[in-house]
């Protein structure tokens, strides 16, 4: 009966829109990102530097979260969890505007962060349940991308509306959205193996390296995208026209998320991370220039059309060290950590609204992250080919001797 629900549950598109919606939920700020950002730093009218860290404090509770997510997912019911992680985090959402002071949002927005990571790491858990997960994570992208498209487009009318805090508002909706799907979600099997419970996790250094290379990569993105539209005001573009650029240009995101479905493979995977790593190089630098349109444009552009693809082959990469999923765990909380980080570095490096700095800092982060990966991409036959090659030589250097 069990295994009947699971296949159901496969073959739904349905189930899989609902799954996917409510593992997104949690931390729906991370689609709309620059516009939390604009709204606290604009519209609420706190500095640029701390819009920065009170996200950075909402990713680091979102850390603590899933993180305790991790513990505690096998021991508790899912549905009873997440109903009771969305209506108080729901609650939260709602209430931020209550919150004046600095200090008392930045708590106020890292318990937020804790609920919020919560629900994504029991969400994520039964996601990676399901037979296909290809299917699960590839929608949960797509749903991404495309509400953080809308909801940066629609922000600048929603807050002639609702005011500065309308995008905890938004948040808030998302959530109860959620909330509607949870009673349509399927009943899945319990994720219980014993063969599981008995491997333990054991770090190589091909797994050091990717799990570094995910983080440094990470943080570098997020950083840009945390301060992407205050880079466009700072350029002299109006609130309206910093949205639409970033709206349109994040609907690349999609095609970024279809690249890792449509072109698997080891061979693929390489040429795509070194391409895409190397753009999102260039976009750092291109932002640099951000006071020229077709400049600030083509770097987004080139940002989000890179970004789901490298984070989504990196995962792949890390899952294949690990048959018992231990290690894409860790890959989670290490992405929770490159993520909430981003903002949190962007904000120290930020002087008087000049990026310079920080966005030579993030291009370095990229560089360092193609570094690491250069040893993890050699395919085996590449290795194949220099042991050979070695051995060869070896043998013509005996033969000259004697």
Same mark, same amino acid.
């Given at each position: 009966?069990?295994?009947?629900?699971?296949?159901?549950?496969?073959?739904?598109?349905?189930?899989?829109?609902?799954?996917?919606?409510?593992?997104?939920?949690?931390?729906?700020?991370?689609?709309?990102?620059?516009?939390?950002?604009?709204?606290?730093?604009?519209?609420?009218?706190?500095?640029?530097?701390?819009?920065?860290?009170?996200?950075?404090?909402?990713?680091?509770?979102?850390?603590?979260?899933?993180?305790?997510?991790?513990?505690?997912?096998?021991?508790?019911?899912?549905?009873?969890?997440?109903?009771?992680?969305?209506?108080?985090?729901?609650?939260?959402?709602?209430?931020?505007?209550?919150?004046?002071?600095?200090?008392?949002?930045?708590?106020?927005?890292?318990?937020?962060?804790?609920?919020?990571?919560?629900?994504?790491?029991?969400?994520?858990?039964?996601?990676?349940? %399901?037979?296909?997960?290809?299917?699960?994570?590839?929608?949960?992208?797509?749903?991404?991308?495309?509400?953080?498209?809308?909801?940066?487009?629609?922000?600048?009318?929603?807050?002639?509306?609702?005011?500065?805090?309308?995008?905890?508002?938004?948040?808030?909706?998302?959530?109860?959205?959620?909330?509607?799907?949870?009673?349509?979600?399927?009943?899945?099997?319990?994720?219980?193996?014993?063969?599981?419970?008995?491997?333990?996790?054991?770090?190589?250094?091909?797994?050091?390296?990717?799990?570094?290379?995910?983080?440094?990569?990470?943080?570098?993105?997020?950083?840009?995208?945390?301060?992407?539209?205050?880079?466009?005001?700072?350029?002299?573009?109006?609130?309206?026209?910093?949205?639409?650029?970033?709206?349109?240009?994040?609907?690349?995101?999609?095609?970024?998320?279809?690249?890792?479905?449509?072109?698997?493979?080891?061979?693929?995977?390489?040429?795509?991370?070194?391409?895409?790593?190397?753009?999102?190089?260039?976009?750092?630098?291109?932002?640099?220039?951000?006071?020229?349109?077709?400049?600030?444009?083509?770097?987004?552009? %080139?940002?989000?059309?890179?970004?789901?693809?490298?984070?989504?082959?990196?995962?792949?990469?890390?899952?294949?060290?690990?048959?018992?999923?231990?290690?894409?765990?860790?890959?989670?909380?290490?992405?929770?950590?490159?993520?909430?980080?981003?903002?949190?570095?962007?904000?120290?490096?930020?002087?008087?609204?000049?990026?310079?700095?920080?966005?030579?800092?993030?291009?370095?982060?990229?560089?360092?992250?193609?570094?690491?990966?250069?040893?993890?991409?050699?395919?085996?036959?590449?290795?194949?080919?220099?042991?050979?090659?070695?051995?060869?030589?070896?043998?013509?250097?005996?033969?000259?001797?004697?």
């Amino acid at each position: 009966m069990l295994q009947h629900t699971a296949n159901h549950a496969e073959n739904s598109g349905f189930s899989y829109f609902c799954l996917a919606f409510v593992a997104m939920a949690g931390l729906a700020y991370l689609n709309f990102l620059p516009a939390v950002v604009d709204a606290l730093a604009s519209g609420i009218g706190f500095s640029a530097q701390q819009a920065g860290t009170l996200v950075a404090s909402n990713g680091y509770g979102a850390l603590v979260g899933s993180i305790c997510a991790i513990f505690v997912v096998r021991h508790i019911g899912w549905k009873p969890a997440l109903l009771f992680s969305f209506i108080a985090l729901g609650a939260m959402e709602l209430s931020t505007s209550a919150w004046s002071t600095y200090t008392g949002l930045l708590v106020w927005r890292f318990i937020a962060g804790i609920l919020g990571g919560f629900s994504v790491g029991i969400s994520f858990a039964i996601l990676a349940r %399901l037979t296909n997960p290809d299917r699960a994570f590839g929608t949960l992208l797509f749903i991404q991308f495309s509400i953080g498209s809308v909801v940066i487009y629609a922000v600048p009318a929603l807050e002639r509306l609702l005011g500065g805090y309308a995008v905890f508002y938004i948040m808030a909706a998302v959530v109860f959205i959620a909330l509607l799907f949870l009673p349509l979600l399927p009943a899945l099997p319990a994720a219980h193996s014993p063969k599981q419970h008995s491997n333990r996790l054991h770090f190589t250094a091909k797994s050091a390296r990717l799990l570094m290379a995910m983080l440094l990569y990470l943080v570098a993105a997020s950083g840009i995208w945390a301060f992407a539209g205050q880079m466009g005001l700072s350029a002299g573009q109006s609130q309206a026209q910093v949205s639409q650029i970033i709206a349109l240009t994040g609907l690349l995101g999609l095609a970024g998320a279809l690249l890792p479905i449509l072109k698997p493979g080891q061979t693929h995977r390489t040429l795509y991370l070194c391409g895409g790593i190397l753009l999102s190089f260039m976009a750092a630098l291109l932002l640099i220039y951000a006071h020229f349109d077709l400049v600030y444009m083509l770097a987004l552009a %080139l940002l989000f059309l890179t970004w789901p693809a490298v984070h989504a082959y990196l995962l792949a990469l890390i899952a294949e060290q690990d048959s018992s999923g231990q290690l894409s765990s860790v890959a989670a909380v290490v992405s929770n950590i490159g993520v909430a980080s981003g903002p949190l570095l962007g904000a120290a490096l930020l002087r008087s609204d000049v990026y310079t700095m920080m966005l030579c800092t993030f291009a370095a982060l990229f560089t360092l992250c193609l570094l690491l990966l250069q040893r993890p991409l050699k395919s085996p036959a590449q290795r194949h080919s220099q042991l050979s090659t070695t051995a060869n030589h070896n043998y013509q250097t005996t033969r000259s001797i004697r």
